[in-house]
């Protein structure tokens, strides 16, 4: 029995993401994190080194989400290209910035935080054809984030959803194939529920789950309450 630890946002805060993988029980064998490493926001070259040697001493790797450089990601070896498949797991990152207006394009904020609609479709043919048992992402399928967050009793009820690109281009891969499991961050909330066949799990802030990846138990680690 192997396991592989999930990682919440780490949004820069790489000694505490440390911790984190620090003395890894000997059954996690892998760990992935879910975008927002935080990578190219002016950080010096040691810091980018040390993180690719940090994750390649845990087995580790991860996916971008919008708060990580598209360009600085493509030149670190630890991270996931989007659309990757390894074995049943596949993985893709980015998304929207509510809060664009208020950064500072390539500096805070990367024109090219989400995938083009020639990218996703190209992914999506590779999600179809694979169809994976798991599912990494940044953000949600919009039906999923709409249940999780914006459902009667959670956390943003009675505020608008905005339509993204990203979110929409999922739900039309959940809607050809829903996996057994999807994991994502983005949205600051610890939250796990079932979407009609799919177990959908969001990780807060260095919030982490150890995925038993024979059978797909969960054993979670939240820094907050789970919504």
């Not at 845990?58 to 919008?66: A, E, H, K, L, M």
């Not at 959803?161 to 983005?186: D, I």
């Amino acid at each position: 029995m192997t396991k592989t630890r999930v990682i919440g946002d780490v949004h820069g805060l790489k000694y505490e993401f440390s911790l984190v993988l620090d003395n890894l029980p000997e059954d996690v064998t892998e760990v992935i994190q879910v975008g927002d490493m935080g990578v190219g926001f002016g950080q010096s070259d040691y810091w980018h080194e040390s993180l690719d040697e940090k994750m390649m001493n845990v087995n580790g790797s991860w996916i971008r989400g919008n708060h990580d450089s598209p360009k600085m990601c493509r030149q670190m070896s630890s991270w996931i290209p989007d659309g990757t498949v390894r074995d049943d797991w596949f993985f893709c990152g980015g998304a929207w910035s509510i809060d664009h207006a208020w950064r500072t394009p390539n500096v805070s904020w990367w024109e090219d935080e989400e995938l083009s609609y020639e990218e996703f479709n190209r992914i999506a043919d590779v999600y179809v054809q694979t169809k994976p048992r798991v599912v990494v992402t940044h953000d949600f399928p919009t039906q999923a984030a709409n249940e999780l967050f914006f459902s009667e009793g959670k956390p943003f009820h009675g505020k608008g959803q905005y339509k993204t690109r990203t979110a929409s281009a999922l739900q039309v891969m959940f809607k050809f194939h829903q996996p057994e499991l999807w994991c994502s961050g983005h949205w600051h909330f610890d939250a796990d529920l079932v979407v009609d066949k799919t177990r959908f799990v969001c990780l807060n802030e260095l919030s982490y789950v150890d995925v038993n990846r024979d059978n797909l138990e969960l054993d979670f680690h939240p820094l907050w309450r789970p919504i």
